[in-house]
């Protein structure tokens, strides 16, 4: 039996005894040479990092092409830190779960140091200004969730926490984007080196999201006179402080169960999930997808390992877009929205299951295939085509992804503009198409609506996924029964026109009608959502 902490070095045999890869380097000395010399700090320490960002700083060490690891600054859940970081000496087993049922494991070393970083903290609180004092940083990533950026209320206004911590400058704020603020404060009046703040969130244009958030923090301070215009001008240089757009892409869903028996079985003994206070699942393992894709925009203006020697794109601006955009409004985002609405409303507990109903597949394909890829430009880098292949075909019928739609569903308000928005937009762009042409895409807004009535196609109550704007949307569809009467425009309306959820105003656009067609017989008897989406596959596709 092989634990995470056992000497890698000394007991080898023993770990390739249950088939796990080990670093090619000395973990105590990345460790030192990171206490004197940070090059890569990362804020979320969650399970995309530990399967994806983590392998890269282990591919690179590997090589000879870094020296120092990674620090984790986890800005959510100190559990996360004090549970499953520290207690394994930061190491994680990554466990990359293939289609064809085989395991590829991997004791990954590459993080040297973990912090929590809030001010409830005040060592980790320290350590992270001293890391961030140092001229040897190059660049930090982040992945800590769309939401982690956003410092509005839904009508335009600052959230209270953010006016407080404007309110109180730098020292000790409470908002995740006023702390990497004070960092980066704390970088310019000691030297005022250059880094870069590289977003790996999964969300279009997420380094000028993140620019954003800093700048409107740093401009309030400067407001209420407690910093001078030299930080503002500080991070405003895009070559003393950058904010790199990126596209990322691995799916990596929380810790499995039955992955952990795998492990167990093969002689590794650190297998529990760890579900924390704030519903953190993660546990010392990891388990990931094999494919994957991670292309930045290249701006480091104070330099950067060879990111290109673990498989990182390197590219302009652009393509960055072209590459996110390929990604999130055709190839992948909107197919997997898809399969997230509707499997909660089929009562579905995996992606994959989904992907044996061949209606269901026969949605995605055409969302993808056949209205999205009109319209969408070809990065170069990764061809669009295939790469729906490869989601179709391989990634989403995976069942050692045990992924769930209810995961996926989670703040969808916020992803329609882009998911579908986008398309949308597209076809009203083009002189040769219109997007009343359409069909399902505007059959999964539809059932992004009946989701929101929170009536499976049984009939049963279920618990909707997390989202900021469910108690503007429910309200409005709460009380409507299936198979009964109703005002459907009345109801869908103010949903349908919100410019703020679907970039357009549905109605405007020709497609308002149709939703609501859609809608009526979805809110028909038991069964009527799988129906319709049957009955529509019948009509438009065979």
């Known amino acids: 039996m092989v634990k995470l902490t056992d000497n890698y070095k000394i007991e080898k045999q023993a770990f390739e005894g249950s088939q796990i ?11 030192l040479e990171t206490e004197n010399a940070p090059v890569w700090v990362h804020f979320g320490g969650g399970n995309l990092f530990r399967c994806f960002h983590a392998q890269i700083a282990q591919d690179l060490l590997n090589q000879g092409a870094m020296t120092s690891g990674v620090i984790v600054a986890e800005t959510y859940d100190d559990e996360v830190i004090n549970r499953v970081y520290q207690p394994f000496n930061n190491r994680i087993l990554q466990v990359i779960t293939k289609a064809n049922g085989e395991f590829d494991k991997t004791l990954l070393a590459s993080v040297a140091e973990s912090y929590f970083f809030n001010p409830s903290n005040q060592a980790d609180w320290d350590a992270m200004m001293a890391v961030f004092a140092k001229p040897s940083l190059q660049f930090a990533t982040f992945s800590i969730t769309e939401k982690g950026y956003n410092l509005w209320q839904t009508g335009g206004a600052l959230l209270p926490m953010v006016v407080t911590d404007i309110k109180n400058g730098p020292v000790m704020p409470q908002n995740n984007m006023a702390g990497i603020a004070s960092l980066l404060y704390h970088r310019f009046k000691n030297g005022a080196q250059p880094i870069a703040m590289v977003s790996t969130d999964n969300f279009s244009q997420n380094g000028d999201r993140l620019k954003k958030s800093i700048l409107t923090i740093a401009k309030g301070w400067q407001a209420e006179g407690l910093v001078d215009t030299g930080f503002i001008d500080y991070l405003s240089d895009a070559n003393r402080v950058s904010f790199p757009l990126s596209m990322i892409d691995r799916i990596t ?6 992955v952990a028996q795998t492990l167990q079985a093969a002689g590794f003994t650190d297998t529990e999930i760890v579900h924390t206070t704030k519903h953190t699942n993660i546990a010392p393992f990891g388990n990931t997808e094999e494919t994957h894709y991670l292309v930045i925009e290249d701006a480091f203006p104070n330099g950067r390992p060879d990111l290109t020697k673990a498989g990182v794109y390197l590219v302009p601006r652009t393509t960055v877009n072209d590459v996110d955009e390929m990604k999130v409004t055709t190839c992948l985002n909107p197919l997997h929205t898809a399969l997230a609405i509707m ?13 044996q109903n061949e209606d269901l597949v026969q949605l995605i394909k ?10 969408v430009k070809d990065p170069q880098i990764i061809n669009p085509k295939q790469f729906i292949d490869e989601v179709v075909g391989v990634r989403l019928p995976n069942p050692f992804i045990p992924d769930t739609p209810q995961r996926i569903a989670t703040d969808t308000s916020q992803k329609m503009a882009i998911r579908y928005g986008v398309t949308l937009q597209h076809y009203l762009d083009n002189p040769t198409l219109t997007p009343t ?5 505007p059959f999964t807004i539809a059932a992004w609506c009946r989701y929101l009535v929170g009536v499976d196609d049984n009939g049963n109550a279920f618990e909707l996924s997390s989202d900021p704007m ?17 005002n459907v425009h009345s109801a869908l309306k103010d949903i ?39 009955e529509l596959i019948e009509k438009e596709v065979n």
Do not use: R
């Open 343 to 355: 499997g909660c409303l089929l009562d579905y507990q995996s992606i994959s299951s989904e992907m």
């Open 470 to 486: 469910l108690g503007e949307l429910q309200p409005q569809l709460v009380n409507l029964k299936l198979g009964t009467l109703f």
């Open 253 to 258: 869903p929380n810790p499995a169960e039955n």
């Open 366 to 375: 055409q969302i993808g295939y056949q209205e999205g890829l009109p319209v």
């Open 21 to 31: 890869a080990v670093p090619e380097y000395s973990q105590n000395a990345i460790q």
């Open 496 to 534: 349908l026109s919100n410019e703020t959820i679907f970039g357009l105003d549905l109605y405007q656009i020709g497609l308002g009608d149709k939703i609501e067609g859609y809608f009526v017989k979805m809110m028909g008897n038991k069964g009527a959502i799988a129906k319709t989406l049957h």
């Open 437 to 441: 042409e359409l069909t399902f895409i």
